[in-house]
């Protein structure tokens, strides 16, 4: 399509290899003034730190590595 429209020509370096995961964590109900904090199990704290370590995980990574949490 572009050399018929006299248009320059790229050349790949390199391609996107999209990885798509689904992780399910799972947590326990608490009362939030019956539950000692040690005894909660938020399932919510839980991702957020999933979220945060793959973050890390990415940048350490360097290069053209990207990665994103799409849904919650």
Known sequence: MLESQDQPVGIVTGIAGPLWLTVELTG??????????????????????VITGFHQAVKEAGGSAVGTVGNL
């Open 28 to 49: 326990v109900a608490g009362h939030a003034g019956s539950v000692p904090m040690p005894l909660r199990r938020d399932a919510l704290t839980g991702a957020a730190e």
